[in-house]
């Protein structure tokens, strides 16, 4: 049972434009949601998080929007760069350390 | 610099045999740290949760005779796997949080383990 969803498995956008990577989540008791880049064959990185009680968050480039009646989230990067070409992974917490991944979605960011 | 290292960062070894995987968290204290596995284009699951000084508590349909966690430290948690098989060949990444840090997770920068 997959609780955290990336229904986009890869993106293509042109340098300069929006990206905009999707996430749907099951478990309404999830009150943190987090968003990772990773590259094969290293850790992932973190890029920014969301707590429950808000809609939104910015940080630079990197935007997070919460809709929790849809118990949706995205990641907004504008401009968006070629080095933002990577895979992007959500991941949700119930009030723990413990993350749930999604599947990922592969950025493709071309000039 | 990496706040959690992992090491080896690639093994390989021979099917049948053990190998450890050493987490450790370099400046902050870990009472609980995680470990995941990634196979290859596929999200990370999480296997289990390493807690310091007791029990991990391992994730459904993870073999905790094959997969032993061990927390010894505050600073240290092990993966061992046991009897490894081809199929275990994967990548396996662990995270602690800093609670010191507004609670910010880490992760390690993984373990490439390749079974022959």
């Known amino acids: 049972d997959q609780q955290v969803k990336q229904n986009s498995p890869s993106l293509s956008v042109q340098e300069g434009r929006i990206s905009i990577l999707n996430c749907d989540y099951t478990n309404s008791m999830f009150d943190y949601f987090l968003w990772y880049k990773k590259y094969p064959a290293e850790g992932p990185t973190f890029l920014i998080s969301?707590?429950?009680?808000?809609d939104k968050n910015e940080d630079g480039r990197f935007t997070v929007f919460l809709n929790k009646s849809a118990k949706h989230l995205s990641l907004h990067i504008v401009p968006s760069q070629p080095g933002d070409s990577a895979v992007y992974f959500c991941?949700?917490?119930?009030?723990?350390?413990?993350?749930?991944f999604g599947t990922g979605t592969r950025l493709q960011v071309f000039p | 610099g990496a706040v959690v290292s992992q090491h080896p960062s690639r093994v390989i070894c021979k099917s049948g045999t053990s190998v450890k995987i050493e987490c450790r968290s370099l400046d902050f204290q870990a009472t609980t740290m995680f470990w995941y596995r990634q196979f290859p284009k596929q999200s990370l699951m999480l296997m289990a949760t390493s807690n310091e000084g007791s029990k991990a508590t391992y994730e459904q349909g993870v073999e905790k005779d094959k997969f032993l966690i061990n927390h010894a430290s505050l600073t240290l948690s092990t993966l061992t796997v046991t009897s490894a098989h081809p199929e275990d060949s994967s990548f396996y990444i662990c995270s602690a949080a800093d609670r010191g840090l507004g609670n910010t997770i880490y992760f390690g920068e993984g373990s490439w383990l390749t079974v022959v």
């Open positions: 969301i707590s429950s009680i808000k």
């Open positions: 991941a949700a917490s119930e009030n723990t350390d413990k993350l749930i």
